[in-house]
């Protein structure tokens, strides 16, 4: 009946396979955690709401994210995360993403596919671009974009249709 698990600064070799076992787990902060590899299996918490890894050298997610269908807070704070995979554009009831890191090297276009998302913070990354498809988020209400050096306003983010709120930084 666990519905939040919190492992903060853990010496762990790897999460064991059966946390996906967890079938309430709503909630999983994964903090101040060295380099493992998160397992497949957490792709089976089929009721997990948030996953949120701060400070963490967790440096992807696996292929299959896509398939946890009930998430809606997405987080990476000072992690090591390198890059979202494709199956991101699956997660219909997602509606924050918090990108605070400056490890995140790629953002793949199916992020455009996200159609609930109401929240897009990308802050100090080392992205090279910014994919286009956002513009296709018509939910998108809270846009922030930090230390990113590239220095054109691209024109769709202005035309986002919900959007309340832009911060821009370079």
Same mark, same amino acid.
């Given at each position: 009946?666990?519905?939040?698990?919190?492992?903060?600064?853990?010496?762990?070799?790897?999460?064991?396979?059966h946390?996906?076992?967890?079938?309430?787990?709503?909630?999983?902060?994964?903090?101040?955690?060295?380099?493992i590899?998160?397992?497949?299996?957490?792709?089976a %918490? $089929?009721? +997990? *709401?948030? =996953?949120?890894?701060?400070? /963490?050298?967790?440096?992807? @997610? !696996?292929?299959?994210? &896509? #398939? %946890? $269908?009930? +998430? *809606?807070? =997405?987080?990476?704070?000072? /992690?090591?995360i390198?890059? @979202? !995979?494709?199956?991101? &554009? #699956? %997660?219909?009831?997602l509606?924050?993403?918090?990108?605070?890191?400056?490890?995140i090297?790629? @953002? !793949?276009?199916?992020? &455009?596919? %996200?159609?609930?998302?109401?929240?897009?913070?990308?802050?100090?990354?080392?992205?090279?671009?910014? !994919?286009?498809?956002?513009?296709?988020?018509?939910?998108l209400?809270?846009?922030?974009?930090?230390?990113?050096?590239?220095?054109?306003?691209y024109?769709?983010?202005?035309?986002?249709?919900?959007?309340?709120?832009?911060?821009?930084?370079?």
């Amino acid at each position: 009946d666990l519905r939040v698990l919190t492992i903060r600064g853990w010496p762990l070799d790897s999460l064991p396979e059966h946390l996906g076992t967890l079938n309430n787990l709503e909630i999983l902060h994964l903090w101040d955690l060295p380099a493992i590899q998160l397992p497949s299996s957490i792709c089976a %918490l $089929k009721n +997990l *709401k948030t =996953l949120d890894i701060r400070r /963490s050298a967790i440096s992807a @997610l !696996p292929d299959c994210i &896509g #398939e %946890l $269908k009930s +998430l *809606k807070n =997405l987080g990476f704070y000072k /992690s090591s995360i390198k890059s @979202l !995979p494709t199956s991101i &554009g #699956e %997660l219909d009831q997602l509606i924050m993403i918090n990108l605070e890191t400056d490890s995140i090297q790629y @953002l !793949p276009k199916t992020i &455009g596919n %996200l159609k609930r998302l109401e929240r897009l913070y990308i802050h100090g990354t080392n992205l090279d671009t910014i !994919p286009a498809e956002i513009s296709h988020i018509a939910t998108l209400k809270d846009f922030s974009l930090y230390g990113y050096q590239e220095a054109e306003l691209y024109p769709w983010i202005l035309a986002l249709e919900s959007l309340k709120s832009l911060s821009i930084s370079g």
